[in-house]
């Protein structure tokens, strides 16, 4: 067999070596955090939950979900350890952030110059209009006499 034959395999395991390299690495990391964290640090689960480390255990961790609310979870279930700044700034509403001059408004109305939405936005009418209430676009009135225009087939269903 020659090397040209071979060559699409050996690129194939390579890229596999490689994606699996990668991934052990992230597994090693995440580890690592997880054995990092220490009671009183703020953490994020992997469902999204912010809360305070109380306990650690071999596999599980005390979480304090709200003041005096606790509740058990795996160490695999924290998705995030964080720094005190960050977990702050997320749970308590700090807007102290160091080394940032950019503002982000609240809505978008200051970004407009002091215009307001509501001069821009043309009225919408949603109402019919009176020449519709008169009569219907299939009848047709004579005196006091209204008549069908549709002719026999022609029902209403579509």
Same mark, same amino acid.
């Given at each position: 067999m020659s090397l040209v034959t071979l060559l699409p395999f050996i690129v194939l395991i390579g890229a596999m070596f490689l994606m699996t390299r990668s991934a052990k690495k992230k597994q090693q990391a995440a580890a690592q955090m997880r054995n990092d964290m220490q009671p009183g640090t703020g953490v994020r689960t992997i469902g999204g939950m912010?809360?305070?480390?109380?306990?650690?255990?071999?596999d599980t961790v005390l979480l304090e979900v709200a003041p005096g609310?606790?509740?058990?979870?795996?160490? #695999?279930? &924290?998705?995030?350890?964080? %720094?005190?700044? /960050?977990? #702050?700034? &997320?749970?308590?509403?700090? %807007?102290?952030? /160091?080394?940032?001059d950019t503002v982000v408004p609240d809505d978008a109305s200051s970004l407009t110059g002091g215009e307001s939405a509501d001069d821009d936005v043309a009225k919408i009418d949603l109402g019919k209009k009176a020449e519709d209430d008169?009569?219907?676009?299939?009848t047709e009135v004579k005196g006091?006499?209204?008549?069908?225009?549709k002719a026999d087939g022609e029902g209403d269903a579509k």
């Open positions: 912010y809360a305070t480390v109380k306990e650690i255990q071999d609310v606790h509740a058990v979870y795996a160490k #695999n279930a &924290i998705g995030a350890v964080l %720094d005190d700044a /960050e977990y #702050n700034r &997320i749970v308590h509403g700090d %807007d102290e952030l /160091e080394g940032e008169a009569a219907p676009k299939d006091s006499e209204v008549k069908d225009t």
